[in-house]
């Protein structure tokens, strides 16, 4: 049971109220069509959870489960399969020798493990830069895929800055999926690949009858690159019904939630935290105008939220590691932590609602667990 039950929290949350309104160009229609195409490609499940729907007082609560996405546990492989084949088509284009190149990245874990896969089955090479406090086991699963794996003793950052320097050599190139000025063509090319998890969730929702599409987003942010995507298919709309879109973030490293409340971009200094994905202490340059304009609210939760949400998913069938739970977690802290019938009025939300949880990763993604608090 969560500790909200014996003692009500106010939670670190930011509102929104006029992200609805705001509006922004679509994701090309042409990345869909290249995902369809790739090997073992299949839509996820949006899995209803009557149970969850019940807990939280909405109507429908769907979560996007993506513990499996091109035969790996987290949804990173979209981006990176999608930015390598533009990256590698304008080397081509621009008369670069046929021989192979380095893609260099830095992770923490799922978008490493995606670039180094991408890297083998293409017979291209990866270096990927890891942080400390990433599980030795999810380094493992990189170095599995044949990637040169360099662990760097500090955070994200640092390793993001290690990967930028590496890249500079002869026939390497920066696969990164957060930007910043002077870095942000191959970011906007991951953001576009994360556009097909939006457009199947469009699909399936009208499969079940909720052609509407949701009236909240629940998405799980580090850099912000997915929630950008996120605001891009929603707000890109003319017309029509516009969710709410909510972020969620670990306490430890909530440099979205933080950068909202201040109105500008700020690095936050993270500290350890079973959400090792989300980890990170600056927003993404490119995504930074979206999640202003377009993100109705971002709340920080802990990682014991985080774990108990996990087990939630887990007993309800759905596979979630901590930062897939996140986005349970910060619904969950949303509108049953104190205020929460003010929070729940604020975000449109009633008893007819349909909701869609955005669990990014499987529990194989990221092998912490409950006993690692």
């Known amino acids: ?32 069509h290249f995902h369809t195409a790739l090997p073992g490609y299949a839509p996820t499940p949006l899995t209803e ?28 492989a979209l981006g990176a399969t999608w930015a390598v084949h533009r990256t590698l088509a304008e080397r081509a284009a621009s008369g670069a020798g046929p021989g192979p190149v380095v893609l ?27 942080p400390r406090g990433v599980h030795p086991t999810a380094v493992e699963a990189i170095a599995a895929e044949k990637a040169e794996v360099s662990e760097v003793p500090g955070p994200y950052d640092e390793a993001v800055r290690r990967a930028a320097e590496a890249a500079a050599a002869p026939d390497a190139v920066l696969v990164q999926d957060t930007a910043w000025p002077g870095y942000e063509r191959i970011p906007g090319w991951i953001v576009e690949g994360y556009s097909t998890l939006c457009a199947e969730i469009d699909e399936q929702l009208a499969a079940v009858g909720a052609a509407e599409g949701p009236d909240l987003v629940s998405i799980p942010v580090g850099v912000g690159s997915l929630a950008q995507a996120v605001v891009t298919h929603y707000r890109s709309r003319p017309s029509g019904h516009a969710p709410a879109l909510l972020s969620v973030e670990p306490r430890s490293a909530a440099c979205v939630l933080e950068s909202l409340t201040r109105g500008e971009p700020v690095t936050v200094t993270g500290g350890h935290t079973t959400m090792a994905g989300l980890n990170c202490g600056t927003p993404s340059s490119i995504a930074w105008p979206y999640l202003r304009g377009g993100l109705d609210a971002a709340v920080a939760v802990p990682d014991t939220d985080s774990a108990h949400a996990a087990a939630r998913l887990a007993a309800l069938g759905i596979s979630s590691g901590p930062c897939g739970a996140a986005a349970l977690a910060g619904l969950r802290t949303v509108l049953t932590d104190a205020g929460g019938e003010q929070r729940r009025t604020a975000l449109g939300l009633a008893g007819t609602s349909v909701v869609v949880l955005l669990s990014t990763e499987g529990r194989d993604a990221n092998p912490h667990s409950v006993t690692d608090h």
């Open 1 to 32: 049971m969560s500790d909200n039950a014996f003692c009500p929290r106010t939670p670190q949350w930011s509102l929104r109220p006029r992200a609805r309104a705001w509006r922004c160009g679509p994701a090309p229609a042409r990345v869909r």
């Open 49 to 76: 959870l009557p149970a969850l729907a019940h807990e939280l007082g909405v109507g429908r609560v769907f979560v996007k489960d993506e513990s499996c996405r091109l035969g790996l546990p987290a949804f990173k």
């Open 104 to 130: 260099v990245t830095a992770t923490d874990g799922n978008h490493g493990r995606a670039v180094a896969r991408t890297a083998r089955l293409l017979g291209q090479h990866a270096h990927v830069f890891v």
